[in-house]
């Protein structure tokens, strides 16, 4: 059963544009949610975070907004570069009470190319 | 530097023969978690560490385990591998859970 899910495996966006990746959550429980990038070769570097408080947060090109009652997160890049070209992965956190649990769902990640 | 040290970066093996992957940061990171991925299914927690002598499963622990003996390190340890776990391992390491994870270069492992 797939918590996290990016229903969009690809996204090819003209330089300049918007690119908007989206993410969908089953489990109401996840208050914490991040973004991370991907280059081949790599390993993934850390995006932009949002909490279960906030329905945006923008950091910058890249603003994260969340609708917790359609279990819902998207990240838009503005505008686009060819340098952003890389796998996307959003992922999901919960906390119990004041702490985090540790455990961490990403999605399968979608491809973003950007042209020239 | 602040960084995220595995080795190996490639190891191919055969089936049944213990192995190690060896993970270290550099940044007092009190949370350290291991991570595989596969084609089409993303990116999946295999354990974690909140802290030295504190983990706990991910979502797919079977066949692995690790230790936490000191904050620095927290080594992957495939007792028995199969070709199952032919994959590209990650290990990260954050302040907790719900912040700026840096991650390593990457372990690919084959288990032939």
């Known amino acids: 059963d797939q918590q996290v899910k990016q229903n969009s495996p690809s996204l090819s966006v003209q330089e300049g544009r918007i690119s908007i990746l989206n993410c969908d959550y089953t489990?109401?429980?996840?208050?914490?949610f991040l973004w991370y990038k991907k280059y081949p070769a790599e390993g993934p570097t850390f995006l932009i975070s949002?909490?279960?408080?906030?329905d945006k947060n923008e950091d910058g090109r890249f603003t994260v907004f969340l609708n917790k009652s359609a279990k819902h997160l998207s990240l838009h890049i503005v505008p686009s570069q060819p340098g952003d070209s890389a796998v996307y992965f959003c992922a999901a956190g919960r906390s119990v009470g004041s702490s985090n649990t540790g455990k961490l769902i990403f999605g399968q990640g979608t491809t973003l190319q950007v042209k020239p | 530097e602040a960084q995220v040290t595995q080795n190996p970066r490639y190891l191919i093996t055969v089936t049944g023969k213990k192995l190690t992957v060896t993970c270290s940061q550099n940044?007092?990171?009190?949370?350290m978690s291991w991570y595989r991925q596969d084609p089409g299914l993303g990116l999946r927690q295999i354990y974690y560490s909140m802290n030295v002598e504190v983990t706990d499963k991910g979502d797919v622990p079977e066949g692995y385990k690790v230790s936490r003996k000191e904050k620095r390190n927290f080594p992957l340890i495939l007792e028995s591998p199969s070709p199952n776990q032919t994959s590209l391992y990650f290990c990260a390491s954050s302040f907790g859970s719900h912040t700026e994870a840096f991650f390593g270069q990457g372990t690919r492992l084959t288990v032939v």
């Open positions: 489990n109401s429980m996840f208050d914490y």
């Open positions: 949002i909490s279960s408080i906030k």
């Open positions: 940044m007092n990171h009190e949370y």
